[in-house]
């Protein structure tokens, strides 16, 4: 019978760094050892990730699916009705998700992922509104507003991915959003995970290592970031490690991109954690 004690390597890590725009969640990446492959749906990643050693796909939707119209938001306050004139829906469909999953679906079935060390997601924020927007398409609903029943069959839909995603024996790098949600009753604020529904829940489980990453200025006043690795009282609350000895912020500022692994997460992760990685 396995004993835990008797483990050693042969772990994978799930990391999610979650955190606003501009904390340095792309930047990351860099600092990841071993080969690294991508899927980027945020249209600010390149920019972040240009000279990086990274092979990638891009997700992004185009122009032609995506419906200009203003019908369902244009209306008389007085009313509730659509202005005379407004045009009706265009007839487009979008297909980003699609793209993923065939993408995603025979690669998996080549063994594609096998020569990699990472598998990252950046970030599932807009990887999630690739869902929606087929979701709504298939209910014959794009271009208009979402409703709860949306929200429910997404984050249901991102968490069975999810589920299947982290079970791969590879490294799971992804990064994603924060929101603010306020309760009706108690009005008291919570920061959560920007995901719709069941993936609130489940995503935080299917992780093993949820930071908060932020920026802010050292003693001499130069820019600083890092990533918070345990919850604060009134912040992020799904934050937590599976990484023993880390601080409860530490530094991840990269000095050197041209030495970036010897900086950020990446260090961490090969003075701390020892996961199941190829030598780089």
Partial sequence: MPNAKDVVGGTYERILLAGRTGSGKSSQIWTLPGRKFAYIFDPNSLSSLQGCDLDYELFMPDVLDVDMTLKGFNKNPATQKTYVGDKPKRKVEPVVFNKWADHFNGQYDKGFFDNYDWLIFDSITFFEKSVMDRNLFINNRYGDIEDIADYRIVGSKISEIFGTITAMRINIYATGHLSQFQD??????????????????????????????????????????????????????????????????????????????????GKLLMTKAKPALKAA
């Fill in 184 to 265: 009706e009753k108690t009005k008291k604020l919570s920061i959560e995970l920007k995901v719709a529904g069941k993936a609130k829940t489940m995503l935080p489980l299917q992780f093993s290592n949820i930071w908060l990453a932020r920026v802010g200025e050292d003693e001499k006043g130069e820019r600083r970031y890092e990533i918070r690795t345990i919850p604060e009282p009134r912040g992020f609350q799904d934050v937590r490690s599976s990484i023993r000895g880390l601080k409860p912020d530490e530094d991840v500022t990269i000095k050197d991109f041209a030495k970036a692994k010897d900086y950020g997460i």
